[in-house]
């Protein structure tokens, strides 16, 4: 028998998967695993051994584990080490303690150098693990306090961690009633509750939270709201009547960025992965059954809304479900920020000379998964996605001549890509998942980079004078980067025209030297043909199948 606690949850399909990488299995029954890809699924049965005990109970549950053993080669992911060497039954994250380097997700690569910033080797890469990595995700547990502790366990309950960046409490009433009387719409306000707007039955230490208040943005911290935070003069859980709306599924409360621009909103998206890891203390931590709801009361809408889907079942809600009201939530998380000082992905500090984040290739792997884009293994031709902006700025005055130049060369495959139009995002993402080289001038639709597989390389085509901002969130996903080299060769139209006046790059269109172009992609195909993971589909991919007679030709 089940123990309640755990939720079941079905596989409804899976990846597309064989030997010829294309037939699906779709057979799935429900079982006590979460849905996640089978590397993050090995980690999450070494968390919770008592889940691993009651598959083994299950045949189906051995079936799905038997199946997914298989995959990720199939798909081309990295495996550590450990995996390779036998070790399973230790694998780990990276933020668990005792959590060694070889039985961790993944490491970082550190190639270059270090000289001028920290005293070895060893330092460099500690120092982006702690940056950028499940190191980041350690740094945030163990900075977890009680800021509000239960009398008895049925009680109210707050943690939060330093400057209120992450917090989760239990058995919490927030108090919306204010918003029903204003007139304007509500975002990035910090004035959302009023005082007394969050209540707790439990013992508040009140000089505690205060003395983390010091990060007062709209997006840097929960500082705004949880400076409204008193201590409640009766139980909520047992007198639910101070409530207008008890929620009982596990809610998250999120503060979002632009909607419309991949690279911001994608930023909301990583950090509530990372806070899965963060609050990851049940089995439950993955599970699909939450409750978002968005700290604003204009309408949710935007072009990626459907890697929502990859969090939760439900529909995503704004304030405006709940304005008027006097909520209670059983369980509630207010998730990492996307402008956090020293955060991850949009303030991450980068140390020089490293790259590949695991917690970064863990959130491409898990959206993709949840998702279910399916995976195209490569071939010897290498597959070009050039990026056709249709906007004002930024567009290739000569893009016809350069797509001409690459379809000329018979070692390529190339598609002229506008995600600005006629494609949803699943169908963007499903582009992406099967591409060697991606291509783009500096705009939000490089974020793609992040579904690259392992061995492609991106090339932003001119970085308009922002060298970090694509360079580093390749570094960060570990797919290899580079951009124009020679300056003279690169013709902006004008000079630029910034809206509030002056020059500037990123506000003129461009073309390119077509010779040099063909050079530069030239250069990054041969990365991609080296790669290992690269090299080991196509010594293991399948030759072509000779016609039997002419009735085939």
Aim: hydrophobic share 35%; charged share 25%.
């Amino acid at each position: 028998m089940l123990k309640p606690c755990v939720r079941l949850i079905v596989i409804s399909q899976l990846l597309l998967l064989s030997t010829q990488y294309n037939r699906k299995l779709d057979n799935y029954t429900s079982t006590i695993l979460p849905d996640l890809p089978p590397e993050h699924l090995k980690r999450f049965l070494n968390t919770f051994p008592k889940i691993r005990s009651e598959c083994e109970q299950i045949k189906e549950c051995q079936n799905i584990l038997k199946t997914f053993n298989n995959i990720s080669q199939v798909q081309g992911n990295e495996i550590s080490s450990a995996v390779k060497e036998g070790q399973e039954g230790g694998l780990c994250w990276g933020h668990e303690i005792n959590c060694t380097r070889e039985l961790r997700f993944q490491t970082p690569s550190c190639s270059g150098d270090h000289t001028g910033w920290v005293q070895s080797k060893e330092a460099q890469i500690n120092t982006f693990y702690y940056q950028a990595d499940f190191g980041y995700i350690q740094q945030q547990i163990n900075e977890l306090l009680l800021m509000c502790e239960p009398k008895f366990l049925t009680d109210s309950s707050l943690e939060c961690n330093k400057y209120l960046k992450f917090c989760r409490g239990r058995n919490l009433l927030f108090d919306f009633r204010n918003l029903a009387e204003r007139a304007e719409r509500i975002r990035y306000h910090m004035d959302v509750l009023n005082e007394g707007g969050i209540k707790g039955y439990c013992r508040f230490n009140k000089s505690l939270l205060t003395e983390e208040l010091s990060h007062m943005g709209a997006l840097q911290s929960w500082s705004p709201e949880l400076r409204n935070f008193v201590e409640a003069d009766e139980s909520i859980i047992k007198n639910e009547t101070i409530c207008d709306m008890v929620i009982s599924t596990p809610t998250f409360l999120m503060k979002i960025d632009a909607t419309y621009n991949m690279y911001h909103h994608f930023c909301d998206f990583f950090n509530l992965f990372a806070t899965l890891f963060v609050n990851q203390t049940h089995p439950s931590a993955f599970d699909l059954n939450t409750q978002v709801i968005i700290w604003e009361t204009y309408p949710y809408d935007s072009p990626f809304a459907v890697t929502f889907k990859a969090f939760s079942k439900n529909p995503v809600w704004t304030l405006d479900q709940v304005k008027g009201q006097r909520i209670c939530f059983r369980n509630v998380v207010l998730p990492l920020l996307p402008r956090m000082i020293f955060g991850l992905y949009y303030n991450t500090p980068l140390i020089q000379g490293c790259e590949k984040s695991g917690l970064f290739r863990a959130f491409s792997e898990f959206i993709l998964h949840r998702l279910r884009i399916p995976f195209h293994p490569p071939r010897r031709k290498i597959r070009i996605t050039f990026l056709a902006r249709r906007t004002k700025y930024r567009r290739v005055l000569n893009e016809d001549e350069l797509i001409a130049q690459l379809a000329s060369d018979e070692e390529y495959i190339v598609k002229r890509i506008s995600f600005e139009r006629g494609l949803n995002f699943l169908e963007q993402l499903t582009i992406t998942r099967n591409t060697d080289i991606l291509i783009g001038v500096h705009g939000a639709g490089l974020t793609h980079l992040l579904f690259l597989p392992e061995w492609a390389g991106v090339f932003e085509l001119y970085n308009c004078e922002d060298p970090n901002c694509y360079r580093d969130l390749a570094r960060l996903r570990g797919v290899h980067y580079i951009t124009w080299e020679k300056r003279h060769l690169v013709y902006p139209q004008d000079e630029g025209h910034h809206p509030e006046g002056g020059a500037h790059a990123k506000f003129t269109n461009y073309s390119f030297d077509v010779k040099e172009f063909a050079r530069l992609v030239s250069k990054l195909a041969n990365y991609v043909r080296n790669h290992k993971n690269y090299k080991e589909f196509i010594k293991n991919a399948s030759p072509p199948r000779e016609p039997k007679d002419k009735e085939e030709l």
